[in-house]
């Protein structure tokens, strides 16, 4: 449970207006490349959990948003919770569709109220704690994924992992940028490890590339 301190709601009129549009037989949202090639199934499962484990500044950030892009292209609601700074010009680069996504960037104490809320209404939520998080409230919030058959994206450092198991997680082991006369871009070494007999696999992949997007390296 979360702490019972009074918190506002959302408005009924807004949770009607980014309630999920997706038919109830669709398990699963979309995946741009090359995340549809290096995820298994090419797809993030509705009632899932994704970790994104990087050190600040190596590109978590990126890679989170990058997983949202396929599903808000299709016209489903996201929310970014707790990033603080995210780049409204990167953002579009990566192919979210910014009148559908909401942003929260400064929860403070209360980001897994406003997560919990959040998912009264979006099918996707991007969410960075800014404190070390319990136990408790992880499987709070994968509760209500699972309830809402929505996805969660939980970004955080390697000193600050996620308490409670998810399906997938995808960590930055390394980053390096390239430069000539200006920066061109960044390559990701990702880890990716998962639930259900995911075999551990790491691959290279440019994010940003010279489009500002994710590619295979």
Do not use: C
């Amino acid at each position: 449970m979360f702490a019972s301190s009074p918190r506002p709601r959302l408005p009924e009129a807004l949770v009607a207006a980014v309630r999920p549009v997706a038919l109830a037989q669709t398990r699963t949202f979309p995946l741009v490349e090359p995340w549809n090639d290096l995820i298994p199934g090419g797809s993030l499962r509705r009632g899932g959990t994704v970790a994104v484990v990087a050190p600040p500044g190596s590109g978590g950030l990126s890679l989170s948003l990058g997983l949202l892009s396929a599903a808000s292209a299709e016209s489903h609601w996201a929310a970014v919770v707790g990033v603080d700074d995210p780049g409204v010009v990167a953002i579009a680069d990566l192919g979210l569709d910014l009148r559908r996504t909401l942003f929260v960037p400064r929860p403070g104490g209360a980001w897994a109220e406003a997560t919990a809320d959040l998912l009264e209404g979006v099918d996707l939520v991007l969410v960075r704690p800014p404190t070390r998080v319990s136990t408790r409230s992880a499987r709070t919030l994968g509760d209500r994924v699972r309830e809402r058959g929505a996805a969660m994206i939980v970004l955080g450092a390697p000193r600050a992992p996620w308490p409670s198991p998810t399906d997938l997680s995808l960590e930055v082991v390394a980053s390096r940028w390239h430069a000539g006369s200006r920066l061109e871009g960044r390559t990701l070494r990702v880890r990716i490890t998962g639930r259900g007999g995911v075999r551990p696999v790491e691959r290279e992949v440019a994010l940003p590339d010279r489009r500002g997007r994710a590619a295979a390296s």
